[in-house]
């Protein structure tokens, strides 16, 4: 059985600094295309950041330079390292794990998903 738990989420004052972590369980975060998504209330689910099964990471443009995304094999885990958070980083943050496989199929799993809440 295949599982992603979340962990770091919290309230946070605006400018501050959160680390995210996704610890897996059956499955090997090393082989996966392991990624991070956030949605906030009311608006669609977006992309925050991947890194892929051959060390190649990318986050969204427009948090570039405040948030970094990691993974650490031995832990099994990902990592989501935020900084100068806005009050608009508001949102639930969840890792997604995406396998492509013999052209066609597709493993994918999701996380619960963690509460980012940046507010004074």
């Known amino acids: 059985q295949v599982q992603l738990v979340e962990s770091g989420g919290g309230l946070v004052q605006p400018g501050g600094s959160l680390s995210l972590s996704c610890t897996a369980s059956?499955?090997?975060?090393?082989?996966?295309?392991m990624s991070w998504y956030r949605q906030a209330p009311g608006k669609q689910r977006e992309l925050v950041a991947t890194?892929?099964?051959?060390?190649?990471?990318n986050v969204s443009d427009s948090l570039k330079g405040r948030f970094t995304i990691s993974r650490d094999n031995a832990k099994n885990t990902l990592y989501l390292q935020m900084n100068s958070l806005k009050p608009e980083d508001t949102a639930v943050y969840s890792c997604?794990?995406?396998?492509?496989?013999?052209?066609?199929?597709?493993?994918?799993?999701w996380g619960q998903g963690t509460q980012v809440t940046v507010s004074s």
């Open positions: 890194i892929s099964n051959r060390e190649n990471t």
């Open positions: 997604n794990a995406r396998l492509t496989w013999a052209l066609t199929n597709v493993d994918e799993y």
């Open positions: 059956g499955i090997s975060v090393g082989l996966y295309n």
